[in-house]
């Protein structure tokens, strides 16, 4: 089969479109035709060596992955051949203290698909079969694979980590972004005010269209300022972060009294300070999210199939053009989400 390999980490760093051999199922594992793989950050963290773990080369990226079961180890019964299926890229173990209790997230024994095992830049991927969610039957691959991932991260924040309620203030930070695009969709779906920030017109725009009732300019230095203005200084109930470092501790600064901040990633940096003072004066909280549950993918696709969510789809890449996917995502022209079809 063919696949999209990392052979050389580097920003950018240097794949190969190359045949390599079909995987083959182990007792309790799937292969899937991949019809689609979404481009997340985490990929560009691949590429780059810039995750905490250890990556070995060559490998396959991809962790947003949809497609077909064409082959199944001897063990696997829920699953048949020609099942249309999304797949969640937490491996989690099923078994630990936490997956029992349906918390995969946070799973003990967790890997990445596409970071510790191949995944889905490429024909073809083996997965253990617990990982499978069911494809709605009016919910297209492409569209699966611009929400499952990033679409299940926000859904996770705003529904299990947090809980928006009915006319709270949220701020999702960078809303053109994969997670950004989905959290706009799913805090007005819970009946939110929302406020996000753009670094370009065009991704504000977009913003908009997603459903942001206000819109503000990330290059803007007071755009917390804007954020307390729009507010009437009240301040914003929950902000959607995933950027980390000064975008992070500006957060604090749009926070209501008894508002939190969930946040889900560091591009920008995994150290911050915090001043104390105001964060217990104003009882504000700051709250880490890891991933999904599978219960964030399954409701993530049913928003998908019943239209309370669009997929923010950007454009869609063949499988030998998946290097112009990474380097466009590089360059953050991007408004919403990039997906490859091989
Ligand atoms: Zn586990």
Redo the contacts with the bound molecule.
Sequence with gaps: MKAFQLVTHGAPGKFEFRDIADPKPAANEVVIRVRACGLNRLDLWAEEAGLPVTMELPRTLGGEISGEVIALGEKVKEWHKGDRVAVQSNV?????E??VCGE?SI????KLLGVHRDGGFAEQVVVPAHLLVCLPENVSFENSAALTLAGSTAMHMLTKRTQVEMGDWVLVIGGASGVGSAAIQIAKQLGAYVISTGSSDAKRDFAKQLGADCVIDSNDSDWPGEVRKITEKRGVDIVVEHVGGEVLMKCFECLARNGTVVTCGATAGRNVQINLWPFFVKQHSLVGSYGRNQADIVNTLDWLSEGRIKAPLHQVFPLDQAAEAFKLLRNRAVLGKLVVTP
């Design positions: 989690f173990c099923g078994t630990c936490f997956c995969e799973c003990l024994n967790g």
